[in-house]
């Protein structure tokens, strides 16, 4: 059965660090190094959005509000995807969420649990 853990999330306060993790298991994710990893947020209320994003090449993606804050990384040994979170902002605040998504198969498409992080002022 694929699973993705998500953890490192929590309460922080407005400018410090966060760094996420996710770790994937399962028989149809044997062949991670393929899959693009990304990480999802939703706040309340809101849809949810596009944090960043790693392909099996490496390339990464990151969503405007938070280039220059926040990296994403991978270690293909360890199964893990990270997401680095610097100077968080309160608007931060919300459930973020790991996806594994084969390029080419759609229906290779997993989700994490979801992880909490929340940045006061």
């Known amino acids: 059965q694929e699973q993705l853990v998500e953890s490192g999330g929590g309460l922080v306060q407005s400018g410090g660090s966060l760094r996420l993790a996710c770790t994937v298991s399962?028989?149809?994710?044997?062949?991670?190094?393929?899959?693009?990893m990304s990480w999802y947020r939703q706040a309340p209320g809101k849809q949810r959005e596009l944090v960043a994003g790693?392909?099996?090449?490496?390339?990464?993606n990151y969503a405007d509000s938070v280039k220059g804050r926040f990296t994403i990384s991978r270690d293909f040994a360890k199964s893990t995807a990270y997401l680095q979170m610097n100077s968080l902002k309160p608007e931060d605040t919300a459930v973020y969420y790991c996806?594994?998504?084969?390029?080419?198969?759609?229906?290779?498409?997993?989700w994490g649990q979801g992880t909490q992080v929340t940045v006061s002022a």
């Open positions: 790693i392909t099996s090449g490496s390339t990464t």
């Open positions: 996806n594994a998504r084969h390029p080419i198969y759609p229906t290779a498409d997993f």
């Open positions: 399962g028989s149809r994710l044997v062949l991670l190094s393929s899959y693009t």
